[in-house]
């Protein structure tokens, strides 16, 4: 059974910094790619970041230069280091990766206040 449990969410004023993780279990996560998306309310969800299993990285232009997607295949975790947070990252933060299908998590709230 493949899970993926986010953590690391919450409320944050704009310009400050939150780290989601996300830890998997029931893929072989060394060889998955990994993903972040975004919802907003009332938007369609949006690719915020990717890795690869050979580490290489892709963002949404929003975010380049502000948030990083890294992950450690011992922990089988993904984060995402979100730093100089603006309102309009308000949204819930879902954890995907691809190992043959794709699998998602629940989601985690990150809210942002001005």
């Known amino acids: 059974q493949v899970q993926l449990v986010e953590s690391g969410g919450g409320l944050v004023q704009a310009g400050g910094s939150l780290r989601l993780s996300c830890a998997a279990s029931?893929?072989?996560?060394?060889?998955?790619?990994m993903a972040w998306y975004r919802q907003a309310p009332g938007k369609q969800r949006e690719m915020v970041a990717g890795i690869t299993s050979g580490s290489s990285t892709n963002y949404a232009d929003s975010v380049k230069g502000r948030f990083t997607i890294t992950r450690d295949n011992g922990k089988n975790t993904v984060y995402l280091q979100m730093n100089s947070l603006r309102p309009e990252d308000t949204a819930v933060y879902y954890c995907?990766?691809?190992?043959?299908?794709?699998?998602w998590g629940q989601g985690t709230q990150v809210t942002v206040s001005s």
């Open positions: 995907k990766a691809k190992y043959m299908y794709d699998y």
């Open positions: 029931g893929i072989i996560f060394s060889i998955s790619t």
